[in-house]
């Protein structure tokens, strides 16, 4: 079950900092395609070409790693300061996408793009946080599970790999394809594409989420679940839409040998099995290593002779088919009776990619957190360590416990340390936030060694050119990566749910639970 967090304000100790003159401001006025900004040295000598953050956590593996950030570093991220707040249309309980130079009526701006709860899709000045677009398919006439709350989203938006289009969840059942410059909506070749027909019990809870794969094909992934308390008749399932023909595949996690859009009983076609909800905020990650797409479910059965997937993770090939009404491959906890009769969902999360050194006997290696506050190690290549779908056990070496403590709802941020390649996660709950080292044994076995932890509890955590970020209710920090030391603060945000900070072109950008946009820069 997705439960909604009563985060506890954070108890940090402030800091205290000078802040010299400002001389870095955002450029949003026609014509303006590149912008002049500070580097870390101070100087103002060079134009640096924009960036974009197309997705959640920047890209199709959801790493939260922005590896072309330039601007804000370590030396001077102290500096940063307030540069505007605005109200959005309602909430936006997910994290912004971002679009530098693009064509709009104002000019050439850089745009913010958000989705928020009432299905809105926002197109902002990234400079000025004034609206250029939007529009709304909202709840309508649909209720919660045919009740009385109207039905909401926590999902993100996606830009399109070529750039023209930006694509937005609905409160009406669909994923919508507006024109990224002036929205105009596309509703040709088969757009707006269906993603559920119970969107009163199913819920587009996961961000948008884009790949190409390796034959240079690029998808659209929308996942869905169910709403707070488990009820309703929704199966968990993910839509793959191919973006060169705009066709579509559905991937079930109960009754996976049916590939189709279920509608609510006793209507057909139907499942009879319920629950198995993908809902982690990135819905769907890609690994190109394997070229394959990899998703986890929430509590749900586990009987893959009756194809039904709850409590797993589970690959499929790039167009989002498997194999023989199976997925391609997966990973089930032998605890899985457990936690799904405890309500331990172990998809809370998404598995996070983890680079591995030379030396490591697993190459395509993958940390997967779950509400039963372990964190688990697995092969993205063999799931399970048996060559196929349906095994249950196979991580690598002992689950090991969160070391903040606390169930896992977000997205954990993977880095590569640039002074000595080491790798690193970082795992954000309710209780605090953890730095994580992989270590590998001169057998070749991977594991995890907690290195810091605090406190402090938070949403999902960003890294910025080796600077780590993570927003809890009522403050957003920054942190030196490797030792947890606070090198920046600001107590001026709302409370935070699902939202999730990003950090681009020397700007970071936060929502919260008050409906407000917040930008911070030099």
Same mark, same amino acid.
């Given at each position: 079950?997705?439960?909604?967090?009563?985060?506890?304000?954070?108890?940090r100790?402030p800091?205290?900092f000078?802040?010299?003159a400002?001389?870095?401001?955002?450029?949003?006025?026609?014509?303006?395609?590149?912008?002049?900004?500070?580097?870390?040295?101070?100087?103002r000598?060079?134009?640096?070409?924009?960036?974009?953050?197309?997705q959640?956590?920047?890209?199709?593996?959801h790493?939260?790693?922005?590896?072309?950030?330039?601007?804000i570093?370590?030396?001077?991220?102290?500096?940063?300061?307030?540069?505007y707040?605005?109200s959005?249309?309602?909430i936006?309980?997910g994290?912004p996408?971002?679009?530098?130079?693009?064509?709009?009526?104002?000019?050439?701006?850089n745009?913010?793009y958000?989705?928020?709860?009432?299905?809105?899709?926002?197109?902002?000045?990234?400079?000025?946080?004034?609206?250029?677009?939007?529009?709304?398919?909202g709840p309508?006439?649909?209720?919660?599970?045919?009740?009385?709350q109207?039905i909401?989203?926590?999902?993100?938006?996606?830009?399109?790999?070529?750039?023209?289009?930006?694509?937005?969840?609905?409160?009406?059942?669909y994923?919508h394809?507006y024109?990224?410059?002036?929205?105009?909506?596309?509703?040709?070749?088969g757009?707006?594409?269906?993603?559920?027909?119970?969107?009163?019990n199913?819920?587009g809870?996961?961000?948008l989420a884009?790949?190409t794969?390796?034959?240079?094909?690029?998808?659209?992934?929308?996942?869905?679940?169910?709403?707070?308390?488990?009820?309703?008749?929704?199966?968990?399932h993910?839509?793959?839409?191919?973006l060169?023909?705009?066709k579509?595949?559905?991937?079930n996690a109960?009754c996976?040998?049916? /590939?189709? +859009?279920?509608?609510?009983?006793?209507g057909?076609? #139907?499942?009879?099995a319920?629950q198995? %909800? &993908?809902?982690?905020? !990135?819905g769907?990650?890609?690994?190109p290593?394997?070229?394959?797409?990899?998703?986890?479910t929430g509590?749900?059965?586990?009987?893959?002779?009756?194809?039904?997937?709850?409590d797993?993770?589970?690959?499929?090939?790039?167009?989002?088919?498997?194999v023989?009404?199976?997925?391609?491959?997966s990973?089930?906890? /032998?605890? +899985?009776?457990?936690?799904?009769?405890?309500?331990? #969902?172990?998809?809370?999360?998404?598995p %996070? &990619?983890?680079?591995? !050194?030379?030396?490591?006997s697993?190459?395509n290696?993958a940390?997967?957190?779950?509400?039963?506050?372990?964190?688990?190690l697995?092969?993205?290549?063999?799931?399970s360590g048996?060559?196929?779908?349906?095994?249950?056990?196979?991580?690598?070496?002992?689950?090991i416990?969160?070391?903040?403590g606390?169930?896992?709802?977000?997205?954990?941020?993977?880095?590569?340390?640039?002074? #000595?390649?080491?790798?690193?996660?970082?795992?954000?709950?309710?209780?605090?936030?953890?730095?994580?080292?992989?270590?590998?044994?001169?057998?070749?076995?991977?594991?995890?060694?907690?290195?810091?932890r605090?406190?402090?509890?938070?949403?999902?955590?960003?890294?910025a050119?080796?600077?780590?970020?993570?927003?809890?209710?009522?403050?957003?920090?920054?942190?030196?990566?490797?030792?947890?030391?606070?090198?920046?603060?600001?107590r001026?945000?709302?409370?935070?749910?699902?939202?999730?900070?990003?950090?681009?072109?020397?700007?970071?950008?936060?929502?919260?639970?008050?409906?407000?946009?917040?930008?911070?820069?030099?």
């Amino acid at each position: 079950m997705e439960m909604r967090l009563a985060w506890l304000n954070a108890k940090r100790s402030p800091i205290v900092f000078v802040i010299g003159a400002m001389v870095v401001y955002s450029l949003a006025f026609a014509g303006v395609a590149r912008c002049k900004v500070l580097n870390q040295g101070g100087s103002r000598n060079h134009e640096t070409p924009n960036a974009n953050w197309l997705q959640f956590n920047f890209n199709a593996e959801h790493s939260g790693n922005n590896t072309e950030e330039t601007k804000i570093g370590t030396g001077n991220v102290g500096k940063l300061h307030e540069l505007y707040r605005v109200s959005l249309p309602d909430i936006a309980d997910g994290a912004p996408v971002y679009l530098s130079d693009v064509h709009t009526r104002f000019g050439v701006v850089n745009v913010l793009y958000l989705t928020t709860k009432d299905g809105h899709i926002v197109a902002l000045d990234a400079g000025t946080g004034k609206i250029i677009w939007e529009h709304q398919y909202g709840p309508g006439k649909y209720k919660i599970n045919n009740g009385y709350q109207a039905i909401y989203t926590t999902s993100s938006p996606a830009v399109d790999p070529d750039l023209k289009y930006v694509y937005s969840y609905g409160l009406d059942g669909y994923v919508h394809k507006y024109k990224s410059g002036d929205g105009e909506e596309i509703k040709t070749g088969g757009w707006p594409e269906l993603c559920t027909l119970k969107p009163f019990n199913e819920k587009g809870s996961s961000a948008l989420a884009v790949a190409t794969a390796k034959d240079g094909t690029s998808y659209l992934y929308v996942t869905n679940g169910g709403y707070l308390g488990d009820r309703g008749d929704y199966q968990g399932h993910v839509t793959t839409i191919n973006l060169s023909t705009d066709k579509q595949h559905v991937f079930n996690a109960n009754c996976s040998n049916d /590939a189709v +859009h279920f509608v609510e009983r006793p209507g057909k076609p #139907d499942c009879s099995a319920v629950q198995s %909800a &993908i809902w982690a905020r !990135p819905g769907v990650i890609y690994d190109p290593a394997t070229d394959r797409i990899y998703m986890a479910t929430g509590n749900g059965t586990f009987d893959p002779k009756r194809h039904d997937w709850g409590d797993t993770i589970f690959s499929l090939k790039p167009d989002g088919t498997g194999v023989d009404g199976n997925p391609v491959d997966s990973y089930t906890p /032998a605890n +899985h009776h457990f936690l799904n009769r405890a309500d331990l #969902d172990l998809g809370s999360t998404a598995p %996070a &990619i983890l680079p591995t !050194p030379t030396k490591c006997s697993v190459r395509n290696l993958a940390v997967q957190g779950g509400k039963d506050m372990k964190l688990r190690l697995v092969d993205l290549a063999d799931l399970s360590g048996r060559h196929g779908p349906g095994h249950v056990g196979g991580e690598i070496g002992r689950p090991i416990d969160v070391p903040q403590g606390g169930m896992v709802f977000t997205q954990a941020a993977v880095w590569v340390n640039p002074m #000595d390649h080491s790798t690193w996660v970082f795992v954000a709950t309710f209780s605090g936030l953890s730095a994580l080292k992989l270590q590998v044994s001169p057998r070749g076995m991977p594991s995890l060694k907690t290195v810091w932890r605090n406190g402090d509890e938070g949403s999902s955590p960003i890294i910025a050119n080796n600077v780590l970020y993570c927003a809890g209710s009522h403050d957003i920090s920054a942190f030196d990566p490797t030792t947890g030391k606070v090198l920046w603060q600001s107590r001026s945000i709302g409370r935070i749910h699902w939202e999730s900070p990003i950090v681009v072109n020397g700007v970071l950008y936060i929502t919260d639970e008050s409906g407000h946009l917040t930008a911070y820069g030099l």
